[in-house]
């Protein structure tokens, strides 16, 4: 098993001793973490750091740390052109099943619920996140998934990183393969730019990635990306479980994934009449 596999971001990775001390410092963090997307609720647009700070009544290395914390975990992105953060897609999942809970019919979870009823595999949400893909939500079926929700995965050896990849503009691509070529730590992680180039225009006739063994010898997986209405690429959805099982199912799993696309253009989940609530979600490089 590849060890950035297995990776996980964590928030407050120093331990903090002192007992009622830590407790109280655990409930500031938390309360900060809720205003600060109460505050994104309200604003409805990308906001800098300083903004941030401000509007939280913090000092801003204070919201700098929050932020970085939050990036790292998926539930905060950051465009390094405007120095700004906007929530991510996996924030949506969190309460997607309260929706489902009180009759929402466009709920998020009840769409993956109903892609994995058809399909009867395994399926998987992920983000860019830096140099990385990273699981944001996971439907198990029967069987044995060696992925979870938080875990990050190569960009450019994965189905799912391969699908956000394909949306990205060349000189962003290029930047990124290298990006995840220098920071890869097996070889089997680093590919050849070139030939890479040839396997992202094939990802992007086709519509989809399919990869095998990367994650799990034995297993393969296919994921397409699922675009806002804007055509920006939120995120990615795919299906994976072991490779004669796929491969016999394919067809069955490409329609269910077509069909997962297609609900989510006519949903308000990732769409929105207002230009700068859509904005909050699209898809720009984390750094």
């Known amino acids: ?15 903090v001793r002192g007992g009622p001390a830590m407790t109280q410092r655990s409930i500031k963090s938390a309360e900060r973490t809720l205003r600060l997307f109460e505050l ?29 914390n939050l990036a790292g975990l998926g539930y905060l992105e950051y465009d390094r052109f405007a120095r700004s953060y906007a929530p991510t897609i996996r924030v949506l999942l969190l309460g997607s099943w309260v929706g489902q809970r009180l009759g929402g019919r466009q709920s998020l979870v009840a769409l993956l619920e109903d892609l994995h009823q058809t399909v009867g595999e395994d399926i998987f949400v992920g983000i860019h996140n830096g140099a990385h893909a990273q699981i944001i939500q996971v439907e198990r079926g029967n069987h044995d998934l060696s992925i979870d929700s938080g875990q990050m995965y190569s960009l450019t050896c994965t189905s799912i990183g391969r699908v956000l990849l394909a949306s ?45 063994g990367y994650v799990s010898a034995g297993r393969r997986s296919i994921a397409v990306p699922v675009p ?22 394919r067809e069955l799993i490409l329609q269910g994934l077509r069909a997962f696309q297609a609900a989510m253009l006519e ?12 904005d909050v979600l699209k898809d720009r490089t984390c750094a």
């Open 40 to 68: 994104f609720s309200r604003r409805q647009e990308r906001l800098t750091v300083t903004e941030i700070a401000r509007g939280l009544g913090i000092p801003q290395p204070s919201a700098s740390m929050l932020l970085t």
């Open 228 to 249: 806002s209405r804007t055509g920006r690429v939120l995120f990615g959805i795919g299906v994976a479980g072991p490779i004669e099982r796929i491969e016999a199912k």
């Open 168 to 212: 990205k503009p060349e000189a962003e691509l290029v930047r990124l393969v290298r990006r995840c070529n220098a920071e890869a730590t097996e070889s089997r992680s680093r590919v050849n730019e070139v030939a890479f180039m040839a396997v992202i225009e094939e990802v992007r006739r086709n519509g989809y990635a399919v990869t095998t």
């Open 267 to 278: 949903s308000d989940v990732i769409n929105n009449d207002n230009a700068r609530a859509t």
């Open 1 to 15: 098993m590849v060890q950035e596999g297995r990776a996980r971001a964590q928030i407050g990775t120093k331990t």
